[in-house]
T-cell receptor, first 115, second 116 residues
C-alpha cells in the first residue's frame, strides 16, 4: 500500500524559531509537494520538487524553503516562524512526468501552531 | 492561470439520499484533469474520482459519479445513497495540461454533513 508519512501530526513552535517539517514517501515517486491548508482558502501550493535537489516555487513560497537530498524525503523549512504560518501543512507525492491523470498521494498533515 | 470555484461552503443531506457538490473551473488549456478528494476529520486527503478533459463518458467510482459539462466548465460530484461516513470536507481540484508537473490547483472545499 502506498504511504506518505509526515513526521508530526501536531507541532507547537515559538515565533522566530526555525521549523522543519519532514515528509517521507515509500512509492519511489519523483514528484513531491508541500501544500498549506487554511479554512476558506483550500489548499495552496508552497513548493514542489520533481527530482532530487530540484525544486520549484509554488503559489505562496514566501517565508518557506525546501530541501530534497534523497528521493524519498522532502523537507519544508520555516526559517523564522511567524504567527501567520500557523496552519495545516500537507505533503504529497506523485509519479514523474506531466500527465494530467496522475493523482497525488497525501500524508495525514501536520497542524503547526506558532505562538 | 487555473482557478477552481466551489460555491457551497457547507451542505447537509439526509442519510440514503443523493447529494451534488458543485465545482466550476477556469482554464485555457485543452487538456486537463479534474479530481475530487475527500478529507475526513483525520486530515488525510483521499482520492475519490478523476475525469479527463477528453473523456466522453462521465467518470464513476462506486457511489461517486462526476457530472462533467465541458462547455459550462463544471465538474460536479454526485454522491448517491449518502452514508454517515461520507461526512467530510470535499475538494475539487485540477491539473493543467501544459507544463503542469502534476501540480493540483484546489478549490476552497465543501463541508458535507450527513444526517440521520
Amino acid at each position: 500500500d502506498v504511504k506518505v508519512t509526515q513526521s508530526s501530526r501536531y507541532l507547537v513552535k515559538r515565533t522566530g524559531e526555525k521549523v522543519f517539517l519532514e515528509c517521507v514517501q515509500d512509492m519511489d515517486h519523483e514528484n513531491m509537494f508541500w501544500y498549506r491548508q487554511d479554512p476558506g482558502l483550500g489548499l495552496r501550493l508552497i513548493y514542489f520538487s520533481y527530482d532530487v535537489k530540484m525544486k520549484e516555487k509554488g503559489d505562496i513560497p514566501e517565508g518557506y524553503s525546501v530541501s530534497r537530498e534523497k528521493k524519498e524525503r522532502f523537507s519544508l523549512i520555516l526559517e523564522s516562524a511567524s504567527t501567520n504560518q500557523t496552519s495545516m501543512y500537507l505533503c504529497a507525492s506523485s509519479l514523474a512526468g506531466d500527465r494530467v491523470n496522475e493523482k497525488l498521494f497525501f500524508g495525514s498533515g501536520t497542524q503547526l501552531s506558532v505562538l | 492561470a487555473q482557478k477552481i470555484t466551489q460555491t457551497q461552503p457547507g451542505m447537509f443531506v439526509q442519510e440514503k439520499e443523493a447529494v451534488t457538490l458543485d465545482c466550476t473551473y477556469d482554464t485555457s488549456d485543452q487538456s486537463y484533469g479534474l479530481f475530487w478528494y475527500k478529507q475526513p476529520s483525520s486530515g488525510e486527503m483521499i482520492f475519490l474520482i478523476y475525469q479527463g478533459s477528453y473523456d466522453e463518458q462521465n467518470a464513476t467510482e462506486g457511489r461517486y459519479s462526476l457530472n462533467f459539462q465541458k462547455a459550462r466548465k463544471s465538474a460536479n460530484l454526485v454522491i448517491s445513497a449518502s452514508q454517515l461516513g461520507d461526512s467530510a470536507m470535499y475538494f475539487c481540484a485540477m491539473i493543467p495540461g501544459r507544463g503542469g508537473g502534476n501540480k493540483l490547483t484546489f478549490g476552497t472545499g465543501t463541508q458535507l454533513k450527513v444526517e440521520l
